[in-house]
């Protein structure tokens, strides 16, 4: 069966401090992943995505992802989050037919 | 332009109001979805129009009625719901509805039914 998980629920990080968001999918191939944001109230907003080729892949706002195969993880990563950056981030693999499947999400929290 | 707009942003309905949610997109989008999403969790997919056709219905109750009149235009028809289906509910749009479209969301609609 196909599934993703997020296992951080919730992080808080201080302003300045480097991030790792964690993501893990089972499939029996590499899905398509996309990394989507969303800010409080708000829709969401594709960070970056993945498809083949390069594992790192550079998105939007400063955010970067690598996907591991051996792993199957497509962590997101930021070297110095600001306070703009609180929000809820959603890993979003596709496992191969039209839908997003999104995992339960992880909301980022970011001290002064 | 890479906007989707919903109207209205905020309806408050009975359980025996009929309603409609409205959403827009002029990218020249050929795929447009509806999503509930409730409090703390991740949106999930009702419906799925590819070239103003159905294409998926993730077994949403029949009191949800969705119409996409062209290409541009996707409203959700609202009747009989009950409280449980509050919730924020997001419109998006992608080009083609492919695996590797990416796609593009409103700000959603927040539904509260009394």
């Known amino acids: 069966a196909q599934s993703v998980t997020q296992p951080d629920i919730h992080i808080t990080v201080s302003e300045g401090a480097s991030l790792e968001l964690r993501c893990n999918y089972s499939?029996?191939?590499?899905?398509?992943l996309f990394w989507y944001v969303q800010s409080p109230g708000q829709g969401l907003q594709l960070l970056l995505k993945y498809f083949s080729g390069d594992t790192l892949v550079q998105g939007i706002k400063g955010f970067e992802a690598e996907f591991k195969r051996s792993q199957s993880s497509f962590n997101l990563r930021k070297p110095s989050v600001h306070w703009s950056d609180a929000a809820e981030y959603f890993c979003a693999p596709n496992f191969g037919n039209e839908k997003l499947t999104f995992g339960t999400g992880t909301r980022l929290t970011i001290i002064p | 332009d890479t906007e989707v707009t919903q109207t209205p942003k905020h309806l408050v309905m009975g359980m025996t109001n009929k309603k409609s949610l409205k959403c827009e997109q002029h990218m020249g989008h050929r795929a447009m979805y509806w999503y509930k999403q409730k409090a703390k969790k991740p949106p999930e997919l009702m419906f799925v129009y590819s070239y103003e056709k159905l294409s998926i219905n993730e077994s949403v109750p029949s009191r949800f009625s969705p119409e996409c009149p062209n290409s541009s235009l996707l409203n959700l028809h609202l009747h009989a719901l009950q409280p449980e289906d509050s919730a924020l509910y997001l419109c998006a749009s992608s080009q083609d509805g492919r695996r590797t479209d990416t796609q593009y969301f409103g700000p959603g609609t927040r539904l509260t039914v009394l």
């Open positions: 499939y029996g191939a590499t899905p398509y």
